[in-house]
Nanobody, 116 residues
Framework: QVQLVESGGGLVQAGGSLRLACTVSGRTFQRMGWFRQAPGKEREFVAD????????SYVDSVKGRFTISRDNAKNTVYLQMNSLKPEDTAIYYC???????????WGQGTQVTVSS
């Protein structure tokens, strides 16, 4: 059974930093991503990384501020978030892709709140 557990969320002032972590059990070796959902908005893609860590992509709004990485020895993917803005406030979810490419497995989410 695949399980994803996020950690690292919290409350931070604008301009601050947080690092999210997502540990996977049961299955790996696929692309992993971070998504977020703000109140009243649809869930949106934030960043993803392939299995080797050599290929990453980001939504334009976080480019230059967020960095996704993974440590396959620890079955963990990270999202380093710097220069946080109030509009980054959301529940952040990590996800694991199935072999076909769609994101099939999801964590429970971790709250990130950025105060102005």
């Amino acid at each position: 059974q695949v399980q994803l557990v996020e950690s690292g969320g919290g409350l931070v002032q604008a301009g601050g930093s947080l690092r999210l972590a997502c540990t996977v059990s049961g299955r790996t070796f696929q692309r992993m991503g971070w998504f977020r959902q703000a109140p009243g908005k649809e869930r949106e893609f934030v960043a993803d990384v392939n299995w080797s860590g050599g290929s990453t992509s980001y939504v334009d709004s976080v480019k230059g501020r967020f960095t996704i990485s993974r440590d396959n020895a620890k079955n963990t993917v990270y999202l380093q978030m710097n220069s946080l803005k109030p509009e980054d406030t959301a529940i952040y979810y990590c996800a694991l892709a199935a072999p076909g490419g769609e994101y099939r497995y999801w964590g429970q989410g971790t709250q990130v709140t950025v105060s102005s």
